[in-house]
């Protein structure tokens, strides 16, 4: 009786993954080891051509870079995003919400409308250099847009709610308790920060980091608006492979790889947590 | 009870068949966006009674991977740079056409019946087609662009503030016109010269950019881009500085075509749709709103002399743009080409 229950509750939901993320995901694996058609479509002759493509030094290089754009990114996320999501879990209750629905409001408008925002300010043109040129602080526009910058503050603007998110939710775990421990204890504010609320906070950091990576290195609209679609990030070669080269097996070859990578981080950060969460009772 | 089940059943089978019939009267066409008038469906439909839907591509490369996938179901006319059209005939998703159902083919040039991607025009018909060359801004670039080696190797004044289109095709037109290749070449060695060539240039570029050169000339952001003729008069519209040349190593001569889908249901409402494009008056104001030349004859002779004049691409003649090589299908070169293409611009 207890199997075949537990069965029929697990089922809609194993039913729902299995068509929708793993059968995909098989079948974008099985993808990558066929050839690319003379016009776009998919021969079906088997090669290993596409993964050993797939580490050529030129590909392994905008993978390189992707991380470091999406490490970047997530620096900056956790610098900003850490002291905005301590503030408002410090808040009384009532006006932790409100607060909360600030940071979520940028999600009311689409994201591709919000990154176009961002020509608007960072160009040679745009507010930003026109108001510091009108201001005498510099003669020549600065080059803020389609570079590096230009993508990591995109992909920071973006991103930085999903951050804080994670960040809010761990920090409001804490009770005062551990801090009048602390400080009772003779340590000072940064000393009862570093060692009691940072390692507590951990499995939050790590939750947030690995939202922020995973989403800025699979991402292909910012380079593609804010790089000027002169930095190709792993997004945008994936992108590029299924629609402008119309390499679809070559494409399935490194959304696989990315997959496979994203997956790595989650479960590392699921362990992660695991862990912490057990040494925490384990100390309780 | 049973006759509100009857009248229910009633009302489903009559919602069915109001579906079937409006469905019979109604195409659809996918063509890059704003690259027709607005108002041309609405008219078209209301001479001849036939719906007509519009769903936006943003590339020749997205719609032939929309199409290849689904077979072309779905989609009844298409629009398309010639070489796809030559693609799309090549894997059978283009139909064959009935000049009888387009009499006004009539208006053509002689030329634009014999175009070498589809001599007597069998699978497509062209809607417009020009050339590709230097657009800039003739106020701020000092001497003024002659050649492609302008963009390819840019001065001091224009580094930095130059664009290139993004679409592989034309990403490797300028290299290869300055190194005196042809435009479709297959050859491993020459696509390899016109790639290196192009690497160097990446460094110089503002960005690569199929859709607000334009915008950019006029900001001032760039000061000198590769651009189709007509986008470049987009930003003559706007500011008179803006000039627009063909490189002395010459241009491509590209050909935007209509092409009906060999899975489309309604061929006869295609055709009357490409019938319709190809009435003087219609496709002249095609030519007046999109800024192309178009192929069609009695159109371009009621163009207004001025506007020939403020956009003297609109002035180059049949003969003279077929001086040019066309942009050809490149057939099994394309996997050297989009690998070539991928090189290029992703490398950092």
């Known amino acids: ?284 | 009870m049973q006759k509100h089940l009857f009248g229910a059943a009633v009302a489903v089978a009559l919602a069915f068949t109001a579906t079937a019939a409006s469905a019979q009267e109604k195409i659809v066409i996918s063509n890059w966006d704003a690259y027709m008038p607005p108002e041309l469906l609405a008219n078209f439909t209301k001479e001849t009674g036939i719906q007509a839907e519009l769903s936006v591509h943003a590339t020749n490369e997205e719609i032939m991977g929309k199409v290849t996938a689904s077979g072309g179901k779905g989609y009844d006319v298409l629009f398309v740079s010639s070489p796809f059209a030559e693609a799309l005939h090549k894997l059978g998703l283009a139909a064959d056409l009935d000049h009888s159902k387009i009499p006004n083919l009539k208006n053509f040039y002689p030329e634009a019946m014999q175009l070498p991607h589809d001599p007597g025009l069998k699978f497509s018909v062209p809607y417009s087609w020009g050339t590709t060359g230097l657009c800039y801004r003739s106020d701020k670039v000092g001497t003024e662009p002659t050649s492609w080696n302008d963009l390819l190797k840019p001065n001091d004044t224009v580094k930095g503030k130059t664009t290139m289109l993004a679409t592989d095709r034309w990403l490797m037109v300028p290299a290869l016109l300055s190194l005196g290749y042809s435009i479709n070449t297959p050859k491993e060695d020459e696509v390899a010269k016109a790639k290196d060539l192009l690497i160097e240039t990446k460094k110089t570029l503002l960005a690569y950019d199929d859709t607000t050169f334009y915008s950019k000339l006029v900001s001032g952001e760039a000061l000198l881009v590769e651009a189709w003729d007509g986008w470049c008069n987009y930003g003559i519209a706007e500011n008179p500085a803006i000039k627009y040349t063909i490189a002395k190593e010459g241009s491509d001569m590209w050909v935007d075509a209509m092409v009906v889908t060999a899975a489309s249901e309604h061929k006869d409402a295609a055709q009357a749709f490409i019938n319709y494009i190809l009435r003087p008056e219609v496709h002249r104001w095609v030519a007046e709103n999109i800024l192309y030349k178009v192929p069609n004859k009695a159109a371009m002779d009621g163009l207004d002399p001025a506007l020939l004049k403020q956009y003297p691409n609109l002035a180059i003649t049949p003969a003279e743009l077929l001086k040019f090589e066309q942009m050809r299908d490149l057939g099994d070169a394309q996997k050297l080409w989009s690998k070539t293409v991928t090189e290029i611009t992703s490398s950092n």
């Open chain 1, 1 to 284: 009786m207890m199997p075949s229950r537990r069965l029929l509750l697990l089922g809609p939901g194993l039913a729902w993954l299995t068509a929708l993320l793993i059968l995909p995901c098989a079948l974008i694996f099985v993808l990558g080891f066929f050839e690319r058609g003379v016009y776009g479509g998919i021969d079906y002759t088997f090669t290993t051509e596409n993964f050993a493509r797939a580490v050529d030094p030129l590909y392994a290089g905008i993978f390189l870079y992707s991380a470091r754009i999406a490490l970047t990114a997530v620096v900056f996320s956790l610098l900003i995003g850490y002291p905005a999501a301590y503030c408002i879990a410090k808040q009384p209750k009532r006006r932790q919400m409100p607060l909360l629905i600030l940071v979520m409001m940028p999600f009311w408008s689409n994201y591709l409308i919000r990154t176009y925002a961002w020509i608007v300010l960072l160009n040679r043109e745009g507010l930003i250099n026109s108001a510091f040129a009108n201001l005498g602080i510099i003669a020549e526009p600065l080059p803020l847009l389609y570079n590096d910058f230009a993508i990591v503050v995109g992909l920071v603007y973006g991103y930085v709610p999903f951050m804080i998110l994670a960040l809010y939710s761990s920090i409001s775990k804490l009770g005062p308790e551990l801090n009048e421990a602390s400080t009772d204890l003779g340590a000072d504010g940064l000393r009862t920060f570093l060692r009691i609320t940072l390692p507590l906070t951990l499995p939050g950091i790590a939750a947030g980091s690995v939202f922020v990576f995973v989403l800025s290195i699979g991402n292909f609209v910012t380079p593609d608006l804010l790089g000027g679609g002169k930095r190709t990030m792993l997004g945008n070669l994936i992108y590029d492979q299924f629609l402008t080269a119309r390499d679809w097996p070559f494409g399935a070859t490194l959304a696989f790889l990315l997959v496979a990578l994203m997956m790595l981080l989650l479960t590392l950060q699921a362990v992660f947590v695991h862990r912490a969460g057990g040494n925490q009772e384990a100390r309780a």
